[in-house]
DNA sequence: ACTGGCACTCGGCCCGAAGGAGTGCCAGGC
DNA sequence: GCCTGGCACTCCTTCGGGCCGAGTGCCAGT
């Protein structure tokens, strides 16, 4: 049904889009790829692209536009991975190697991302429920109140105040303090209700009250945050190319504030340093139908922590696209198992 | 030379422009506002208006449109101050009142401005410098490793990891941290420096190169962030009000991404709670010359922390912006005193 | 000092013509 | 049987001209 040279004009027909941003007629492909056919001959490949629905003409008497499905043939099967240059490579480098906690990590991890694909960009935090207890401290504010604040071995800092029912010394606060990670420090996050499920009994009956406030509001704050925290960067990058938005760049531009939508949008993405690739329709959202989003996961080691990518219009450069993308996150993923 | 009817036309004119987007002519003035003179009479007026550079003409035979300098007119001496309705004002307590931490106050602001305002919203953190050390935590890592942990007042958290020149063990952790967090919890930050002058020599020889790099490390990061962080939000409603802004919006979307221009922006605001508004060329950045923004100061008692406010196209609604930017400005004040 | 009247200006919109890119199809050649 | 050159056709885009109407500035009159 597709012979070697339908796909030979595909790729051709998605590389000039690509490039052009102007339906591409049969004429203009000949001339610009070395098909060895004429421009009639040509013309009859596209009419048969066209009957599977891999191109489409914006109307009569113009040339072909790849569709969705066509993108996707091209980014399944005809597209080669097109190796980082290494003023990127340094870039990344560059940019990664002197932050100073996460959040850095992340900000600027979506600065470069942004400038490197030239896309809005989208990073993760690591997830909390895939990370371990690195520390949990406890700090007295006033004799019937504390804060809490934990630390993963990712980076991340949650912190929470703590209103106990009775008072407390500094004495029982760090008495608490060591049981407490005693238990948990080291332990992922997930397994850390369970750790702690017959702690406050164990307690003495004094101080079980305010044992319990602790680890009530301890739990409490893994599971608030389930929805997890995304940053965004590079939104003027939309507007650069706006003529790819049909329906104009407003309904992204809302999608990026969705939390929830780019959260799933990412999580959706498959195992480590893999790149995914959505095309236009793919995505779940209505209001992304006219973008593409290539992401990532990143991790440290065999371990998924979060997502990242960008998204553009689906006239991009998904070879080039895809190589910086999954570049990016083997490097944060590096960075991440580091500290 | 400009007597009270002429200000009156020019009010008219100003809100008539916000509310239509376009020019208003003579006519339509005497409709739609009971000025008691004729449409002659005000075409007078608008000349003079037109001559002292408070209106223009996009061209001849068009209506007037209020310049920057009408629009500061306006702002300063023409409107009215517009009252939050009591949905406002609840909206504003049931946004804020659930926040968990600094982080979470930061972004509901945000969304609640931009919600609020329906135009971009930007929230600076609590500026370090203007904080007081509520605690500092240094947390053991490796043998010649600490975690450094600030937590401040105002509920931010800057952590640093700190590679020591010596060994070190628990023991000695615990006394240096107790004795760092005596001199210098509860301190202003801005008088960190100094406290810690003399500290790493009053120590003992034998840890006295551990100490100093943790000493070293901790005033670094009072400096090193003094680039104060921003979070912007509601960015699709530039692309609501898209035609405001005669070069697209794309070189706002730009300088919303610079963080440096935000802050400046923001930190040339003046006294807690009182409300500024920069209109069109008084902004000190290119790309910001067709847009407005209105901030506010806000703090905890007289301390101010930070700045938070919004950026809109020129034509807005000034009353009603200043009011909901002045009270949330407030409220997060209230908010981050209580914590 | 205000008003009604009037001539004038100029952008927006509609329309039709010209131009051009690209297609589909067909008949002929390798 | 597949490819090619040729040709008629489609339809978008661009451009120019003419009409319309909103709005102005000015002037003479009250």
Same mark, same amino acid.
């Given at each position: 049904?597709?012979?070697?040279?339908?796909?030979?004009?595909?790729?051709?027909?998605?590389?000039?889009?690509?490039?052009?941003?102007?339906?591409?007629?049969?004429?203009?492909?000949?001339?610009?790829?070395?098909?060895?056919?004429?421009?009639?001959?040509?013309?009859?490949? !596209?009419?048969?692209?066209?009957?599977?629905?891999?191109?489409?003409?914006?109307?009569?008497?113009?040339?072909?536009?790849?569709?969705?499905?066509?993108?996707?043939?091209?980014?399944?099967?005809?597209?080669?991975?097109?190796?980082?240059?290494?003023?990127?490579?340094?870039?990344?480098?560059?940019?990664?190697?002197?932050?100073?906690?996460?959040?850095?990590?992340?900000?600027?991890?979506?600065?470069?991302?942004?400038?490197?694909?030239?896309?809005?960009?989208?990073?993760?935090?690591?997830?909390?429920?895939?990370?371990?207890?690195?520390?949990?401290?406890?700090?007295?504010?006033?004799?019937?109140?504390?804060?809490?604040?934990?630390?993963?071995?990712?980076?991340?800092?949650?912190?929470?105040?703590?209103?106990?029912?009775?008072?407390?010394?500094?004495?029982?606060?760090?008495?608490?303090?060591?049981?407490?990670?005693?238990?948990?420090?080291?332990?992922?996050?997930?397994?850390?209700?369970?750790?702690?499920?017959?702690?406050?009994?164990?307690?003495?009956?004094?101080?079980?009250?305010?044992?319990?406030?602790?680890?009530?509001?301890?739990?409490?704050?893994?599971?608030?945050?389930?929805?997890?925290?995304?940053?965004?960067?590079?939104?003027?990058?939309?507007?650069?190319?706006?003529?790819?938005?049909?329906?104009?760049?407003?309904?992204?531009?809302?999608?990026?504030?969705?939390?929830?939508?780019?959260?799933?949008?990412?999580?959706?993405?498959?195992?480590?340093?893999?790149?995914?690739?959505?095309?236009?329709?793919?995505?779940?959202?209505?209001?992304?139908?006219?973008?593409? !989003?290539?992401?990532?996961?990143?991790?440290?080691?065999?371990?998924?922590?979060?997502?990242?990518?960008?998204?553009?219009?689906?006239?991009?450069?998904?070879?080039?696209?895809?190589?910086?993308?999954?570049?990016?996150?083997?490097?944060?993923?590096?960075?991440?198992?580091?500290?």
């Amino acid at each position: 049904m597709l012979d070697d040279r339908k796909l030979d004009v595909l790729r051709a027909i998605v590389q000039d889009f690509v490039s052009t941003n102007e339906p591409v007629g049969s004429k203009a492909l000949v001339e610009r790829h070395h098909l060895g056919v004429s421009p009639a001959t040509v013309r009859n490949d !596209m009419a048969a692209l066209e009957e599977e629905g891999y191109i489409a003409q914006p109307h009569t008497s113009a040339g072909r536009v790849p569709t969705d499905k066509g993108y996707r043939l091209f980014v399944d099967r005809l597209s080669t991975v097109k190796p980082l240059s290494s003023a990127e490579r340094r870039a990344i480098e560059q940019f990664l190697d002197g932050a100073l906690d996460l959040d850095d990590v992340v900000s600027r991890t979506v600065r470069l991302l942004a400038q490197l694909t030239r896309h809005v960009a989208v990073v993760q935090y690591p997830i909390l429920d895939r990370s371990s207890v690195r520390h949990l401290e406890l700090i007295k504010l006033s004799d019937t109140r504390l804060m809490l604040v934990l630390i993963t071995d990712t980076g991340r800092v949650e912190q929470r105040q703590v209103d106990l029912p009775g008072l407390i010394d500094e004495r029982t606060v760090g008495d608490l303090r060591a049981r407490l990670n005693q238990r948990i420090a080291g332990r992922p996050i997930h397994d850390v209700p369970n750790d702690l499920a017959d702690l406050a009994e164990a307690e003495p009956p004094a101080t079980r009250g305010n044992a319990s406030a602790v680890i009530a509001v301890l739990l409490a704050s893994l599971v608030e945050r389930r929805e997890e925290r995304v940053v965004v960067g590079g939104a003027s990058n939309l507007t650069r190319l706006a003529l790819d938005f049909p329906d104009s760049v407003h309904p992204v531009l809302e999608a990026l504030e969705e939390q929830v939508v780019l959260i799933r949008l990412l999580g959706e993405a498959s195992r480590p340093t893999e790149v995914t690739v959505r095309i236009g329709d793919e995505n779940p959202y209505e209001g992304l139908r006219s973008t593409s !989003m290539v992401s990532a996961t990143y991790g440290s080691g065999s371990r998924a922590l979060a997502s990242l990518g960008v998204l553009g219009p689906m006239r991009m450069d998904y070879p080039g696209t895809m190589a910086a993308v999954g570049a990016v996150a083997r490097y944060v993923g590096r960075i991440l198992a580091e500290s």
